[in-house]
Nanobody, 112 residues
Framework: QVQPVESGGGLVQAGGSLRLSCAAP????????MGWYRQAPGKQRQAVAS???????NYADSVKGRFTISRDNIKRTLYLQMNSVKPEDTAVYYCLISGYPWGQGTQVTVSS
């Protein structure tokens, strides 16, 4: 099965912003739950944010007020707007779309 493709990662200074995108390999529908996860070196993958087809969102406490998740079903794309980033946000970010396998991830590195 073809994977979603994440993009938008890179190197950013603390306090800066990044916008991650995740392109689904096929159609997505209102019943697809979509989310972002991240995995820092030596740590387990953890949930960052999720969004339902109805637009209900959920965030990890560590990113509340700084990150915003959104989706565009027509463009088949999931987004993560990351503002006021911190060095502890450094990780590989993955998207997960229900019904599809994990993507390859995109590296986000925040310098202090």
């Amino acid at each position: 099965q073809v994977q979603p493709v994440e993009s938008g990662g890179g190197l950013v200074q603390a306090g800066g912003s990044l916008r991650l995108s995740c392109a689904a390999p096929g159609s997505i529908y209102s019943n697809n739950v979509m989310g972002w996860y991240r995995q820092a070196p030596g740590k387990q993958r953890q949930a960052v944010a999720s969004i339902t087809g109805g637009g209900h969102t959920n965030y990890a406490d560590s990113v509340k007020g700084r990150f915003t998740i959104s989706r565009d079903n027509i463009k088949r794309t999931l987004y993560l707007q990351m503002n006021s980033v911190k060095p502890e946000d450094t990780a590989v970010y993955y998207c997960l779309i229900s019904g599809y396998p994990w993507g390859q991830g995109t590296q986000v590195t925040v310098s202090s």
